[in-house]
């Protein structure tokens, strides 16, 4: 075999080499290639993930609601995580994760989008009345929470007692309008509310003629309620029917309870000390009346603007008696109505 020189060799040497190194700087490039061409579908694949949703950005409290509810349109495979309960009002965030296998390199991949959206609750509560106004006679128990017939949540129902008031000023005892308003605030915290007004009537007096007692101070008392303290005729007969029952016209009666209008307890004491620093005789007719005047002027005002405000007739000496034995005497109303009426007829 012919052997091949020195220099051959070298050239066969640097041949491979050239052939070597060409071959390994092709792959290179053949793979930079592949990486670039991956890189860019799946870029392509994953711009191409695209999720359109409605246009909601509330959702009222209560109401029917799937995550579905918020996408319009999507592409790849979709998977929803979160929550939007309807019935807790609320900020909710809800994750949307879209998929997809690119074909060539058997890439996976998957772009994520967010959505907000509030729960807001913007129904008041709805009030129900039996009645928008209600008419009681004078003294008749009534209680405004009876007319409210229910107070609902279009969402969570019936709200119980906790969920509303009723405010205002009543009194059964004082004839008048009253407006009472019903309040009502549901869980979330909207508020409602609804007037009505309740009448009260003057009570309607049914009169028995009794006799009426003349005797011993009689003349005195009506003389000085009437001219010196300035009373009407109604106004005096009321007292003095309750006077008579009391004490009989005598200002000397009685022990712990003393007196025209049997005062007792502290109110006997204040009797007694009141007069002595006046100058009265806490003994006396003129005595105990200016007492009685005093008390209607500072303890039981509201008394005396019931009795000053009554009609100067029969009827309102009746009523005259009722309100002064149940505010002034503290006493069970019987028949002192029908023995005012019956001094009011007197000359």
């Known amino acids: ?15 491979a080499t050239s052939i070597g190194v060409g071959g390994f700087l092709t792959y290179k490039h053949q793979q930079k ?74 890439q996976d991949i998957t772009r994520t989008y967010f959505k907000t959206v509030k729960v807001v609750d913007t129904q008041a509560p709805t009030i129900s009345l039996k009645e928008d106004e209600i008419t009681i006679e004078e003294g008749e128990e009534y209680e405004p929470s009876d007319n409210i017939d ?35 605030k549901d869980k979330n915290g909207l508020s409602a509310k609804k007037e009505f007004k309740v009448i009260v009537e003057e009570k309607k007096v049914q009169i028995q003629q009794v006799a009426a007692n003349t005797a011993g101070n009689y003349d005195e008392i009506y003389n000085y309620l009437t001219g010196t303290l300035g009373y009407s005729k109604a106004m005096s007969c009321g007292i003095i029917a309750n006077i008579y029952l009391e004490s009989n016209f005598i200002p000397t009666v ?14 006997r004491s204040n009797l007694f000390s009141w ?8 003994n006396s007719v003129v005595g105990q009346l200016e007492y009685m ?25 009746a009523m005259a008696a009722d309100i002064f034995c149940r505010q002034f005497e503290g006493a069970a109303v019987s028949s002192r109505g029908d023995l005012a009426a019956s001094y009011y007829d007197l000359p």
Request: proline content about 1%; some cysteine; charged content about 30%.
């Open 1 to 15: 075999m012919k052997k091949l020189s020195k220099f051959s060799k070298i050239g066969i040497v640097v041949l």
């Open 275 to 282: 007069c002595e620093s006046n100058g009265l005789d806490p």
């Open 33 to 106: 290639q592949r990486i670039l061409e991956a890189r860019q579908l799946y870029k392509d694949t994953y711009d191409s993930l695209t999720i359109d949703f409605h246009d909601i950005e509330e959702i009222e409290y209560g109401s029917a609601f799937s995550l579905g509810d918020l996408v319009k349109d999507y592409s790849g495979h979709l998977v929803r995580n979160g929550e939007v309960d309807s019935k807790a009002v609320g900020e909710y965030t809800v994750m949307y994760a879209l998929s997809k296998e690119e074909e060539k390199y058997a």
């Open 150 to 184: 229910k107070v609902e949540d279009v969402v969570d129902g019936k709200l119980d007692e906790k969920a509303y008031t009723v405010e205002g000023d009543f009194d059964n005892t004082t004839p008048g309008e009253y407006t009472l308003t019903v309040k009502a």
């Open 293 to 317: 005047n005093y008390e209607l002027n500072t303890g039981y005002t509201s008394c005396k603007s019931q009795l000053m405000a009554i009609e100067d007739s029969k009827e309102g000496a």
């Open 254 to 267: 009685g022990d712990y309870y003393y007196g025209l209008c049997q005062w007792g307890g502290g109110r």
